[in-house]
């Protein structure tokens, strides 16, 4: 799994490769380091998880999707996955998750919807 990571007014993880294992834990890591910080800045955080490259995803990456988002939420922010694959938004919808998160069609339109 490879993680890019670029923030302006929002953050945005670009995922890329499989989320599953120990590779969760290190995203969960990341995700807790800077959830830490946004809570120093006092910020209304919105992350986005671009994730137009994730292959797959494990119960300990939908883990840290799950708690990330509950976290966040917690903030008053928000967390929109994009471009998720069928089989992973076919794990979010068993797994009835899919309010948690925001999926919009573009970063442009969760930028508009986050205003």
């Known amino acids: 799994m490879q993680i890019n990571v670029q923030t302006r007014n929002f953050t945005r993880f670009e995922i890329q490769g499989n989320v599953i ?5 290190v995203l969960k890591t990341m995700l807790d380091q800077h959830i830490e910080a946004l809570e120093k800045q006092e910020a209304t955080p919105l992350l986005v998880f671009d994730m137009a490259n994730a292959k797959t995803m494990d119960s300990a990456g939908l883990g840290v999707l799950i708690t990330t988002s509950t976290q ?4 008053g922010g928000r967390t929109v996955l994009l ?4 089989s992973i938004r076919r794990m979010l919808i068993r797994t009835n998750l899919t309010s948690l998160f925001d999926f919009p069609k573009s970063l442009a339109d969760a930028l508009t919807s986050s205003l």
Do not use: H, T, W, Y
């Not at 966040?72 to 903030?75: F, G, K, L, P, T």
């Open 21 to 25: 294992g120990e590779d969760a834990l």
């Open 83 to 86: 471009s998720v694959n069928r």
């Open 72 to 75: 966040i939420r917690q903030m």
